[in-house]
Nanobody
Framework: QVQLVESGGGLVQAGGSLRLACAAS????????VAWFRQAPGKEREFVVC????????YYADSVKGRFTISRDNAKNTVYLQMNSLKPEDTAIYYC?????????????????????WGQGTQVTVSS
């Protein structure tokens, strides 16, 4: 089992940048694929990006491709989300989620119901 804690959210102007972090507990973090999801008020939770166990594979939602970058440091049990060129429509609560996988795979889950472990979320607000 793994526990996740997000940090790094805040208020930023359009065009600005933020770096989110997702810190995980446990000694087997390198066996987990991790994803970021977000949920804006009145909207469903949506997939943003995912990264495989050893960073070999990433997959981005079209809405963030070219602006967001996911990375991970398994030695620090942490996944990062660098968000550049932020837009007001990026405003949401951002959640990291994790699922344990038996091996490194090109297919990393992209549906929320495929992830059993979730953090509490961090608010990102982008002003126009």
């Amino acid at each position: 089992q793994v526990q996740l804690v997000e940090s790094g959210g805040g208020l930023v102007q359009a065009g600005g940048s933020l770096r989110l972090a997702c810190a995980a507990s446990g000694r087997t973090f390198s066996t987990y694929a991790v994803a970021w999801f977000r949920q804006a008020p009145g909207k469903e939770r949506e997939f943003v990006v995912c990264i495989s166990r050893n960073s070999a594979y990433t997959y981005y939602a079209d809405s963030v491709k070219g602006r967001f970058t996911i990375s991970r440091d398994n030695a620090k049990n942490t996944v990062y989300l660098q968000m550049n060129s932020l837009k007001p429509e990026d405003t949401a609560i951002y959640y990291c989620a994790a699922v344990q996988l038996a091996y490194e795979t090109a297919y990393t889950p992209r549906r929320a119901d495929e992830y059993p472990y979730w953090g509490q979320g961090t608010q990102v607000t982008v002003s126009s």
